[in-house]
């Protein structure tokens, strides 16, 4: 499976970004997708994750209402939404497909895979 995010940049706090994961090498449609993101020296965060038909959403609480996680099953694609930034969202983003089809909503790294290289996002305050 092969993961590609985009869609970051630099933007001053209060503003929007979004972002978006193009999926190939997997049945796009039977996995839940997550976003996570990272800073060195830090573990690896999550932020939000979506099912299957995109009926359900889960998001940390650093996020939730400002952030919105989306999905394109058609387009193998998932977005985030990214709104009100602050400066303590700046991380490199990534987006992972969890590693069993059918799954559950979960917020471990470890149950996703695929995370390629990811996207910056720098908030300036």
């Known amino acids: 499976v092969q993961l590609q995010a985009s869609g970051g940049g630099l933007v001053q706090a209060g503003g929007s970004l979004r972002l978006a994961c193009a999926v190939s090498?997997?049945?796009?449609?039977?996995?839940?997708m997550g976003w996570f993101r990272q800073v060195p020296g830090k573990e690896r965060e999550f932020v939000a994750a979506i099912s299957w038909r995109g009926g359900a959403t889960y998001y940390s609480d650093s996020v939730k209402g400002r952030f919105t996680i989306s999905r394109d099953n058609a387009k193998n694609t998932a977005t985030l939404q990214m709104n009100s930034l602050k400066s303590e969202d700046t991380a490199l983003y990534y987006c992972?497909?969890?590693?069993?089809?059918?799954?559950?909503?979960?917020?471990?790294?470890?149950?996703?895979?695929?995370w390629g290289q990811g996207t910056q996002v720098t908030v300036s305050s």
């Open positions: 992972g497909i969890q590693r069993l089809a059918w799954g559950s909503l979960t917020k471990y790294p470890t149950d996703y895979e695929g």
């Open positions: 090498g997997r049945t796009f449609p039977r996995y839940v």
